[in-house]
């Protein structure tokens, strides 16, 4: 059962671009089903369940602002409420007849975010997103086999990058990491200074040096700002990396980039190279035992150039997370 930490946070359910006019979507949250449609210019998430005999509304269609359901045909409007049910057109509807649970829904940064809880978190906002002189590509999603604590520490995790990654973002033959500041925030924490030399930072083609901020946003969305030449450089990409826990075991990613350079490389060839990425860390993720994060630390190795995957366990300690840790 998810606790608060977990549950009164936004997670991203789709590209804003994959929820079409006339189908819904099933997607899980925390082990619960939802149906995410589209009603006019307004999105809705419910809980995927059909009041009348408990078929998904996912199964369903959408047509003239409401959603049809698959088996008997019972139509609900964007408030939830049945408008129409087919074996009885001339019936006064009883009010019973609505939506078993309505969600909180929010568009932002390309994606539709929901949020399960009465008591929502603050929403996760990167002031890049707002600015014009930044574009937005929303990518994903990234499905993956591991508990999403494992997942967001992977994104944070700095040491494996010129190993795992050697020869794309990283080179092994610089691997030893130097020392970097991690600060409080109120919403967890923030590191800054944290050097990288890579074989092609901006995608000319010349290898240099790069620096990295990384931020917390809400326990599983999570961002780094990269300035590229130098550490006060003109050239600045943006990352946020928002993921969906489905289930203890299962996590689908979202990456949400924008640079204030590049404008000639496509949405498909930054989606391209993000899955790249992604696919050389999916296979590692998945085979760490134990599957959850442990929150005990003496349960692994910790060494200086780990300080920022240390200080996330001990963040999702602070908050009292006990969804996918052990
Ligand atoms: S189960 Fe949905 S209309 Fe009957
Ligand atoms: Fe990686």
Not at 50 to 79: D, F, M, P, Q
Not at 124 to 150: C, H, M, T, W
Not at 194 to 219: E, K, M
Request: with cysteine.
């Amino acid at each position: 059962m998810a606790t608060q930490s977990s549950h009164n946070q936004w997670y991203p359910v789709a590209l804003i671009s994959e929820l079409k006019s006339d189908k819904p979507l099933a997607r899980t949250i925390l082990g619960e089903d939802i149906v995410v449609w589209r009603s006019g210019h307004k999105i809705c998430a419910w809980k995927d369940l059909c009041i009348h005999r408990g078929v998904r509304l996912s199964l369903g269609t959408v047509c003239n602002n409401r959603i049809r359901c698959a088996y008997h045909g019972w139509e609900y409007n964007s408030k939830g409420q049945c408008e129409l049910i087919p074996a009885h057109p001339n019936l006064k509807i009883p009010t019973k007849a609505r939506a078993s649970a309505i969600y909180r829904t929010h568009e932002y940064a390309g994606l539709i975010w929901v949020n399960l809880s009465e008591e929502p978190k603050t929403f996760p906002k990167l002031d890049q997103f707002s600015d014009n002189n930044y574009r937005v590509v929303p990518g994903g999603p990234y499905e993956i086999d591991a508990a999403a604590p494992r997942v967001v520490e992977n994104f944070l995790d700095l040491s494996h990058v010129p190993i795992l990654h050697d020869g794309s973002i990283g080179d092994s033959n610089f691997a030893e990491m130097s020392d970097y500041t991690i600060e409080d925030r109120p919403e967890g924490f923030f590191a800054t200074d944290i050097r990288y030399y890579q074989p092609d930072p901006d995608g000319s083609g010349s290898s240099g040096d790069v620096w990295y901020d990384f931020g917390i946003l809400a326990p599983f969305t999570v961002y780094f700002v990269k300035h590229i030449g130098s550490r006060q450089g003109a050239e600045k990409f943006v990352l946020m990396f928002a993921v969906r826990p489905e289930s203890a075991d299962k996590s689908w990613a979202y990456m949400v980039p924008a640079y204030n350079y590049a404008a000639d490389l496509t949405e498909q060839q930054i989606n391209e190279f993000h899955s790249y990425i992604f696919g050389q860390d999916r296979p590692v993720v998945e085979s760490q035992r134990p599957e959850l994060l442990p929150m005990d630390l003496s349960k692994e190795l910790h060494l200086r150039s780990d300080q920022m995957t240390l200080r996330y366990r001990r963040y999702l300690k602070a908050i009292d997370m006990d969804f996918g840790v052990s």
